[in-house]
């Protein structure tokens, strides 16, 4: 999501057939709680309660469970199935037109009937808001939503998309209450109507509390009776500190390597085990090809001879990630190893000297790694310490780092002023499209200066337009071979998702899945 730009903080494909996509999920209403409450703790923010807005981690967790979209990812898949949806299906051939119809008798939590009217509203207005931290930028592709009847939406594409399904499965895709929502202007009051399992009862800088919709009528089955989400700013120590404390049940998004690490070795005694699930979110080296050092190939090959990536993940994540070899992470349809074929795991001194000569460079080179302290992960800037010194370490660079804060590191980005920088990112949708069209396509979000005709003429065009997602794997695969060899990105790591829970705790596996999506409604509490 840049988290989305945002490339973020912590951290198989869809065969989206032009049929019919069919519900396998088991319908119910909006009355199941059948257990406690349960209180989460994070250390992200929720940046917004308007879905037209919010496009970081926190906002999409609300999202998520507030608002419905047509489609959903049941958990553990990453095929779009329908939620406040009957079904769905292209009814062209070229991927451009894709109908949907509703399930009957939906309503908001407040009562109001949920019609396809409210469907266009959604899409209508956040595309006419267009707001620079919302996900209007997720959908270049559709001309325009029509409505024949209170049942039935029409979308209508410029282009082919054939991942237009797990768009609108994500929380990009949530539908708002027409009658509750400005069509020009975003909701600043914090609160939120719509058809999701939860409603949220209140909202503040310190917590958000949800309560069950008993209005809703889809696939969740809750099996609790409400979800307390207290906000802890960024702050590890105090996330850690409530949990041990028994002040919050879950820690999630928040806690960093060594809490996690401590958490494990205290075993049975703390009362709270870690739950492992896996993740998409990737980060990578960004270089600036225009930057007089980072923009020749041959120091951008020497890095990537260099870089030692099991080091990074031992010392410095303590194993809570994974190397990375490609821009499409393991797990993820049509990933393969192009980085690791190309530049091998082992760090080779010899073949990052022969690189800088092939380039005409004797002496060390001078460069400075560009890091921002906490957006893409609390250990962001020890990281990129330790690569430095691994470059500095062989002899051949003379690398330092500047760590700057968040909001000017993005507006010197966008300048150029960089030349080699970090970006992280979580997935909007479980697709190798969503690691590579934001990348490498038009108007991509890296800011480095990078263009390759064959990615952004034939490769990413060709496979968004294919129906059958396996059928793309070659040609996402040649993307990847291209992407190593010229090296505008330096992948470094996959990242692996965690939750920490008190033991009286269930449900934490089915939170979390390379969908990126923490079903509220799973967690239950003894």
Not at 241 to 270: F, M, N, P, T, W
């Amino acid at each position: 999501m840049n988290m989305r730009n945002q490339w973020p903080v912590l951290p198989v494909v869809a065969g989206l057939a032009s049929g019919l996509l069919t519900g396998c999920g088991t319908e119910t209403g909006g009355s199941g709680g059948t257990g406690s409450s349960v209180v989460m703790g994070m250390s992200d923010d929720v940046l917004a309660t308007d879905p037209a807005s919010g496009y970081d981690p926190g906002s999409w967790l609300l999202f998520n469970n507030v608002f419905q979209s047509l489609l959903s990812f049941p958990k553990g898949a990453t095929e779009p199935q329908p939620e406040a949806a009957e079904q769905c299906v292209f009814s062209d051939t070229r991927a451009t037109v894709y109908k949907c119809t509703l399930k009957d008798g939906l309503k908001f939590s407040n009562g109001d009937a949920l019609t396809s009217s409210d469907v266009k509203f959604s899409f209508d207005r956040m595309l006419k808001i267009n707001d620079p931290d919302g996900p209007a930028v997720m959908f270049p592709t559709l001309e325009k939503v029509q409505t024949p009847d209170d049942k039935t939406v029409v979308f209508r594409l410029n282009t082919p998309d054939a991942t237009f399904p797990s768009k609108i499965a994500s929380g990009a895709g949530s539908i708002v209450d027409e009658d509750q929502y400005d069509a020009d202007g975003l909701r600043k009051d914090g609160e939120a109507v719509g058809s999701g399992p939860y409603k949220l009862d209140s909202f503040d800088d310190e917590e958000a509390v949800f309560a069950v919709n008993e209005n809703y009528k889809g696939t969740a089955e809750v099996q609790n009776d409400g979800v307390t989400l207290k906000f802890f700013h960024g702050d590890q120590d105090s996330l850690k500190k409530a949990l041990l404390d028994d002040q919050v049940d879950i820690a999630y998004r928040g806690l960093g390597a060594g809490a996690i690490a401590d958490v494990e070795q205290s075993g049975d005694d703390s009362g709270v085990e870690v739950v492992e699930g896996s993740s998409a979110e990737v980060q990578h080296l960004v270089f600036n090809m225009d930057d007089p050092v980072a923009g020749k190939l041959g120091v951008r090959k020497a890095m990537a001879y260099l870089i030692d990536r099991d080091a990074l993940i031992k010392d410095v994540y303590q194993g809570t990630a994974t190397p990375l070899y490609s821009i499409i992470p393991a797990g993820i349809g049509g990933h393969n190893t192009a980085f690791f074929d190309t530049y091998g795991a082992r760090p080779s001194k010899a073949k990052a000297a022969a690189a800088l000569r092939d380039e005409g460079i004797t002496g060390k080179v001078k460069l400075t790694l560009w890091s921002t302290p906490s957006r893409y992960g609390p250990a962001t800037d020890q990281e990129l310490k330790a690569i430095a010194g691994q470059l500095n370490d062989s002899g051949l660079f003379d690398a330092d780092v500047q760590s700057v804060a968040f909001d000017q590191y993005e507006k010197d980005v966008a300048a150029g002023k960089y030349g080699v920088y970090v970006k992280g990112w979580i997935p909007d949708y479980p697709d190798a499209d969503n690691f590579t069209a934001p990348f490498f396509g038009k108007g991509n979000v890296l800011s480095n200066n990078y263009d390759n005709n064959a990615i952004t003429g034939t490769l990413i065009p060709r496979t968004a337009a294919e129906s059958d997602r396996s059928a793309t794997d070659d040609e996402f695969g040649r993307l990847q071979d291209i992407v190593a060899k010229e090296l505008p990105v330096l992948p470094v790591w996959q990242a692996k998702q965690y939750a920490v829970v008190h033991d009286n705790v269930y449900g934490l596996e089915y939170c979390l899945d390379a969908s990126t999506v923490f079903r509220f409604w799973e967690l239950s509490k003894g």
